[in-house]
């Protein structure tokens, strides 16, 4: 099936630094890719959905500035944090569609953690 | 927007009874519903999902119903094992966009 290749798995960073996150798919083009931030013990919320050659659509109450969404091929979707602090300290997961099937591929995640 | 909610929020049963987790949706536009487990760390997996046209969907163990009138829909696990023991999620798919909404998840504990 469609793989989606999410890196890094997990990430240390001092508060106050930039963290990039990186989604590729694999053997598919995705056109959308869809960002998600998970809290311990907590459901998948939605960040933001990128969108290849576009501006990435935010969800209510997430801060554009401080994610920072490119999307600029049709196999790698990025996500920075920018200025992390402990409160981002989260799992973070990519999602997209998949193209052999009805339903979305997931990436592995990236456990973020700000010290 | 759409809102999921699952319940319960943990659940234990012992080896070889079954599990079952409901969930309801508000939009009555969704026509997707996939259920998720995930274990600890690791990202979700579908299990099994089902599609508006269909009412029920069975996969061995696993199994999903789902009511349109009621908008709710709910995972059947026959027979469990302690391997089953993991969150599951359900979610939903809006019909008018393509943005998948999770419930807020069950912790199953099958116990020996």
């Known amino acids: 099936g469609a793989v989606v290749s999410q890196h890094p798995s997990r990430v240390i960073c001092k508060s106050g630094t930039s963290v990039k996150i990186e989604c590729r798919s694999l053997?598919?083009?995705?056109?959308?890719m869809f960002w998600y931030r998970q809290f311990p013990k907590q459901s998948l919320m939605l960040m933001a959905t990128?969108?290849?050659?576009?501006?990435?659509?935010?969800e209510q109450g997430v801060e554009k500035d401080k994610f920072l969404i490119n999307h600029a091929s049709l196999t790698l979707s990025t996500l920075t944090v920018t200025s992390a602090h402990p409160e981002d300290s989260s799992f973070y997961i990519c999602?997209?569609?998949?193209?052999?099937?009805?339903?979305?591929?997931f990436g592995s995640g990236t456990r973020l953690t700000v010290v | 927007g759409e809102n999921v909610e699952q319940h319960p929020s943990t659940l234990s049963v012992q080896e070889g009874d079954s599990a079952v987790i409901k969930c309801t949706y508000s939009?009555?536009?969704?026509?997707?519903f996939p259920w998720y487990k995930q274990e600890l760390g690791k990202r979700p997996q579908l299990i099994i999902d089902?599609?508006?046209?269909?009412g029920e969907k069975k996969d061995q163990r696993i199994a999903v119903t789902l009511n349109k009138t009621a908008k709710h829909f709910s995972l059947h696990i026959t027979e469990t094992q302690p391997e089953d023991s993991a969150v599951y999620f359900c979610?939903?798919?809006?019909?008018?966009?393509?943005?998948?909404?999770f419930g807020t998840g069950t912790q199953l504990k099958v116990e020996l």
């Open positions: 089902i599609r508006s046209n269909v």
């Open positions: 979610a939903s798919l809006t019909g008018g966009g393509n943005k998948l909404t």
């Open positions: 999602s997209a569609p998949d193209p052999g099937r009805y339903g979305y591929t």
């Open positions: 939009d009555s536009a969704s026509n997707y």
């Open positions: 053997d598919f083009q995705a056109t959308t």
């Open positions: 990128s969108n290849e050659g576009s501006k990435a659509t935010y």
